[in-house]
Each structure stands twice: as structure tokens, then as C-alpha cells.
């Protein structure tokens, strides 16, 4: 008999907090089940992690055979006691099985690598991996030993080596930190960790890991493929020699790879060979062989300034492939050859967005953006422009200042570098630093307001850049995440694109818009319930708002925008609302709550008021005062981090301080808020209403 580690303990990669991975193997000596308890139960009792079995060595080969997971483990087996003979038998019969085997069990090990990339995520652009289940993580690089181990292709290069070790001390400095196994690397261990590294904050850090990640990722992918030819030659068969298809000038495909035509190599190449061969790659969907990526990385001559019309041309094409880009755009990054189209690159490479609506690093961000806007490419005059404008939107993050301004200039460099006129030059600049203006308006500034739009059609100034910034928007937030788009903001959006687009055809503004005539007439009170609407009428009184504001919040509904106003003596508001948790509260419950508290029921606010506390972590709240953004009130800017019922508690607290709202626009980034409140009669003034309302938000 033999105990035998296997896995990562077989290749003594031994975390400090890791799982000790035990086989007793033996020769058909009874007894067994007694002896393998008196092993296991003291390790237990040490409270080490195991994973442990017991077999002979038939069984053992049988079980690898049928589980893909467990032959690439016993492709580590390390002899720890017992008959070392019995160790090396089951270590050679293990790796000649997989030798024989491996081209029929890579599938399977490709469909459980897939599966474990769809639950875990990409590892290089999460903010909060796991370092050992993403994709580009430590439990990929045993799956290049494996695939190594099979003789298919040399898929542990030096990089991928190194990129290993980098992963491992990362999740071994994790250990140490948490004091227990982890393997997801979570903001608040991000320093700590990067101290025990040597690195000098989180985000370098962060930039290492997704580093790494990218190369162990691609090298994978390069692996799997290589497997795929071998499968493809085998059935074949014949005298083995490769079809090549023209695909585009210079570039043909060979087993299912481009590669460079013969007639392109020579001792001068064509600059912009590199982009011309990335184009084709993303639109067939074919990726570029790793050969050709190393000959362009070593051979192709820098592109001069500006750009020829042929690798122009091929960046629009490249850009405009939708989901064809990103492959082939993260494969030209890990060859350097992005580097040599934009020097900027580098800095934006693996840069982290720690905005929780960001699921991407910037630089896959700005690529996914350019992949979703060719959704939109057939609205607008411009579509190139309109690609190239999603591909730079956010080149200023990094640097010191507002992002969309100082990142406008950075943006009109790259494109007269590419080579674009100099309006084209101009307006690239404008929808760059504009990129924010009509998410940033519609979701905070009333539509109703004739001002709004009129400053609106000024900053953009006609109707092809509107409809370059209505696509930029979406395809922006489409590329940062889910919680950074929903219908109604679609739906704000498309009303203010729409409006503006009025005002710049015709010079006609929006009225101030009208009460409901349903709410004007009735007895009182009246609650309407229309979809996400709610409207109510009721005898005007002090309080009103925060009333309802309460009564919506203890049905868990968001207020996404509120509108006040009075005829005569009875007070209307109408409310936007997004169910927080998915469904819909029941009607009639709601109903009968907000009759209530409109009638001056505080049983219904005081339910509230036990759970309507924020914590007051995170940043301090802050007040920014719009004076002139509105026709007739003076707008007041909320930015703090959400919490439940916060629209209530910031109601209430302007109208104890004299403070009428007319109308409220709420915006919700991830953790935090960004409420505007359009006030009249300002009742006790700015500095105390600012009090009050930073105080209630840190309530």
C-alpha cells in the first residue's frame, strides 16, 4: 500500500490554508476501510481540509477514465509513504492513459471548464474574483498541464509560467491575510494583500491579477484550438496537408486559423498588415494564429501619422464586427500590437472601474462599448464616427479630473492620428466630453421644463449629434452592465432625445406640463394605480410628499421621479416606481396604505421609521445647488449612497425646513444616489435646507 498526494499537493503548491488532496492506494489488502480511518480522523481533528479516497490501482485508472477531473489530478501523484513501487506504477499508468486518451476526454474537459467560466466569471475583469475558479485562474493552468501533458501543444510557455507563480503568491498573500482558505480576492483584503506582495495599493494589484489572468485565459484558448486541429488532421487523414481559403487581401485561413497569405511576407510588410488581418479576424469570427501574431509583433512596421486610408478603413471594420471585436482585440493585446496602433493603450490596459456598475476593466469596457454600438450603427448619419466615439469615450479615466473632459482632447489626438478630417476631429472631441449629457439629464433634470431642453439643444447644437450621443449612451451603458441600464431610463432617454430633436427642427420647447384632469376633479383623496405610475390627489397640506415617498418605500418600490403640484387647494403628485426586489407589491394593500397616509394616518410613516436608518458608511453626502438649470425653482443635487426610505427621510427634512419640492428626480449608480429636487419658496434658506438634507441622508 502507498499514500499518495495528488493534485496540488502532488505538485507541493501548498497554500498555506489549502485542502490536503490523499489517495491510499493499494494492492487488494483487506482491511483497509479501519486503516485509511485512522488516517483521515486526526487530519480532521486538526481541522485541515481533505479530500480524500481510497482504491486499488485498476480502480483508480477506471475512475480517471470516466472523470476527466480526476486523471488530470493523477497526473500530479507524488509518492508520500508506504511501497513507492506501487506510487510509480499508478503515476505511469495514469500519464500513459491520459496520452491515449486525451483527445477524446478534452471535450468533456472543455464543456466543465465552460461551465465553471459561466459560474466564477473572467477573472482579469472582476473586481472581486476568485482567483482559483475564474476564467484565467489557477484551476485553468492545470488544465494547460494537462492538455501539455497529452502532447497536443506547449501550452505552458514561459508566460504562462510566470503568470502562474504571480497567482499563486497572490492567493497565498490572501491566506496569510484572511487568516483562513479563500480564494476570492475581495476589496477590503486588496491592500493588505498587496503589502504581503510588495505592490504599492489594490489597484496595482488588481492590474496584476488581471495581467496574469489574460495570459493564462489566452493561453487556453490557443490550447483548445490546437487540440481542435489535431482532431480536424485526424479526420482528415489522406496525405495531411492543410486547405487554405483566400479570405481577404493577405490573409487566408488554414485549419481554421488565419494566417498571412505567402505573398505578404516579405522584406518590407505593409504597416498596416496588423489591423488589415485583425478586421478579417473579427468579422469571419476566425482567430488569428499564434505564429502570425508573433511574426506581426516582431516584423510589422509601425503605422505612420497619420494613418493610410487602408488601416483607417481596417479599424472601422475591426470596431464595427460586434461581438467578433473582442476576441481578436484581447488576442492583438497580449501580442503587443495594440500598442502599436495607440500608445495610450498602456495606461488603460487592466485599469479597474471600482464603480459597482462597472463589470469590466476600463480597457475591455471601451472595447465592449464599440462592440455594442454596432446595435445602433444604422441610426445614425456617421457610423464610423459613432464606433470610434464608443471606442474612446472614456480614455480620460486615469488621468486627474473629469473624465469626459480631459479625456475630449486625448480622444481628438488618437483620431487625427488616425487620420480623420478635421471636423470629424472636432466632433469626435465633442461626443466625447458630451458622452454623459443625456443619461446625466434625463435621469436627474425635469423633461417637462422647457429650460432643460433648451440647454440640452445648445450643448449639442444639431440633430446628427444628438443622435451620435442617444447611440453612444446606450451603447455605454450596455458595455458597463446590467445595473447601468432598465427601461425607464430607456425610456427618459428616448423622451428627452426626442424633445431635443423638436426643439432643434422646429425651435419649439415643451409646455410646463399640466395636471392630470382625472386628479383635478373627484373627491379627495384619490389614488391612482396605472403600471409603474402612481398618482395621488389630496387636500394640500405640509408633508405630503415625504407621506407618500414613505408609503411607496414601506412596499419596496423605488422612486425613479416625482412631480408636485396645486390647484387650488388640493395637492397632485405622480410618481415614477421600480419594484426593488422584482415583483410587484399587491395593489390593493397599496391603495389603502397611501389613502391613509395622504388622510394624516402616521401609523403608516411611524411602521416606517424603525427600519429607515442608512448605516452612514461610506463617503459623506454631499449638496451641489443648480441655480439656472431650472424655469422656476432652484435645483438641489443629493449624492450619497442609497439607502432604504432615503427619499422619505430627505422629503420630510425639506419640509420641515420650508422647502417646497415641485419636482424630484431620483438616479441610482449602484450603491449610491444622485437625487435632484426642484425647490420653491426656499422657506428658511439654502444653508439650512442643505443642512437638513445632508443630515437626513446620514440619518
Given amino acids: 500500500m502507498a499514500l499518495v498526494a495528488v493534485g496540488g499537493l502532488g505538485r507541493r503548491e501548498c497554500a498555506p490554508h489549502g485542502d490536503l488532496d490523499l489517495v491510499l492506494l493499494h494492492a487488494g489488502v483487506p482491511g483497509m476501510d479501519e486503516l485509511a480511518a485512522s488516517l483521515w480522523y486526526p487530519i480532521w481533528d486538526a481541522k485541515l481540509g481533505l479530500d480524500h479516497s481510497v482504491r486499488t490501482l485498476p480502480e483508480a ?20 509513504a508506504g511501497d513507492e513501487s506501487l506510487t510509480g506504477q499508478l503515476a505511469e499508468a495514469a500519464s500513459d492513459q491520459w496520452r491515449r486518451t486525451a483527445i477524446r476526454q478534452l471535450p468533456a474537459l472543455r464543456a466543465v471548464t465552460t461551465a465553471r467560466w459561466e459560474a466564477h466569471g473572467e477573472l482579469a475583469f472582476l473586481l472581486e474574483g476568485d482567483l482559483k475558479e475564474a476564467a484565467g485562474g489557477l484551476r485553468d493552468v492545470g488544465v494547460l498541464r494537462g492538455i501539455a501533458r497529452s502532447g497536443v501543444t506547449d501550452a505552458l510557455r514561459p508566460a504562462v509560467r510566470a503568470a502562474h507563480l504571480r497567482l499563486l503568491d497572490t492567493r497565498d498573500a490572501l491566506h496569510l491575510a484572511v487568516g483562513r482558505r479563500v480564494d476570492r480576492l475581495v476589496a477590503q483584503e486588496r491592500l493588505a494583500v498587496a503589502g504581503l506582495l510588495g505592490l504599492e495599493d489594490g489597484d496595482a494589484l488588481l492590474r496584476r ?99 493610410p486610408a487602408s488601416a483607417r478603413a481596417a479599424l472601422v471594420t475591426l470596431l464595427g464586427a460586434g461581438s467578433g471585436l473582442v476576441p481578436v482585440w484581447e488576442t492583438c493585446d497580449r501580442y503587443g500590437l495594440v500598442d502599436g496602433w495607440l500608445p495610450e493603450w498602456a495606461r488603460m490596459r487592466s485599469l479597474p472601474q471600482h464603480n459597482p456598475v462597472h463589470r469590466f476593466t476600463l480597457d475591455r469596457h471601451l472595447v465592449q462599448a464599440a462592440a455594442e454600438a454596432t446595435g445602433f450603427t444604422r441610426e445614425v448619419d456617421r457610423p464610423d464616427l459613432l464606433l470610434l466615439a464608443a471606442f474612446l469615450h472614456d480614455v480620460g479615466k ?18 487625427a492620428r488616425i487620420g480623420l478630417p478635421p471636423a470629424d476631429v ?46 453612444l449612451a446606450r451603447a455605454d451603458a450596455m458595455a458597463t452592465g446590467p445595473a447601468a441600464w432598465s427601461d425607464w431610463k430607456g425610456r427618459l432617454i428616448d423622451s428627452l432625445v426626442r424633445l431635443t430633436h423638436t426643439a432643434l427642427d422646429t425651435g419649439v420647447l415643451p409646455a410646463l406640463p399640466t395636471p392630470d384632469p382625472a386628479l383635478v376633479a373627484g373627491p379627495l383623496p384619490a389614488v391612482h394605480l396605472d403600471g409603474d405610475r402612481v398618482a395621488v390627489a389630496a387636500a394640500d397640506r405640509r408633508g405630503l410628499l415625504a407621506a407618500v415617498a414613505g408609503c411607496l418605500a414601506l412596499h419596496r418600490l423605488d422612486v425613479v421621479s416625482a412631480d408636485v403640484s396645486t390647484v387650488e387647494d388640493r395637492a397632485l403628485v405622480e410618481f415614477l416606481t421600480s419594484p426593488r426586489y422584482g415583483a410587484p407589491p399587491d395593489p390593493i394593500a397599496l391603495a389603502n396604505d397611501l389613502r391613509r397616509a395622504v388622510a394624516g394616518d402616521v401609523s403608516v410613516t411611524q411602521r416606517l421609521r424603525g427600519r429607515s436608518r442608512s448605516g452612514g458608511s461610506g463617503a459623506p453626502p454631499r449638496v451641489v445647488w443648480h441655480r439656472d438649470a431650472a424655469t422656476d425653482a432652484v435645483v438641489l443635487e443629493l449624492r450619497a449612497a442609497d439607502s432604504p426610505a432615503l427619499l422619505y427621510r430627505v422629503a420630510s427634512a ?46
Fill in 61 to 80: 485508472l477506471s475512475v480517471a477514465h470516466d472523470d476527466v477531473k480526476v486523471a488530470l489530478g493523477l497526473l500530479d501523484a507524488r509518492h508520500i
Fill in 209 to 307: 491579477v488581471a495581467s496574469d489572468a489574460r495570459t493564462v485565459a489566452n493561453a487556453l484558448d490557443d490550447a483548445w484550438r490546437a487540440a481542435d486541429r489535431v482532431r480536424v488532421v485526424r479526420r482528415r487523414g489522406g496525405d495531411g496537408k492543410p486547405v487554405r481559403r483566400p479570405v481577404a487581401r493577405d490573409v487566408v485561413e488554414q485549419d481554421g486559423e488565419l494566417v498571412l497569405a505567402r505573398t505578404a511576407i516579405g522584406a518590407r510588410p505593409d504597416p498596416s498588415l496588423s489591423l488589415r488581418i485583425a478586421a478579417a479576424a473579427a468579422t469571419t469570427r476566425l482567430p488569428i494564429s499564434r505564429a502570425t501574431c508573433e511574426w506581426l509583433a516582431a516584423y510589422c512596421p509601425p503605422l505612420p501619422s497619420p494613418w
Fill in 398 to 415: 486615469g488621468l486627474p479630473g473629469d473624465h469626459s473632459t480631459v479625456g475630449a482632447p486625448v480622444a481628438a489626438a488618437v483620431a
Fill in 426 to 471: 472636432a466632433l469626435i472631441e465633442k461626443l466625447v466630453r458630451l458622452h454623459l449629457l443625456l443619461p446625466e439629464v434625463a435621469t436627474r433634470r425635469d423633461l417637462s421644463d422647457p429650460k432643460t431642453i433648451a440647454a440640452v439643444a445648445l450643448a449639442v447644437g444639431d440633430a446628427t449629434t444628438l443622435d451620435l450621443l442617444h447611440g
Fill in 654 to 699: 425639506l419640509d420641515e425646513a420650508g422647502a417646497s419640492v415641485r419636482a424630484a428626480r431620483i438616479s441610482t449608480l449602484g450603491g449610491d444616489v444622485v437625487d435632484a429636487f426642484y425647490l420653491v419658496g426656499i422657506g428658511a434658506g439654502e444653508q439650512a435646507v442643505e443642512a437638513a438634507v445632508l443630515a437626513a441622508a446620514q440619518a
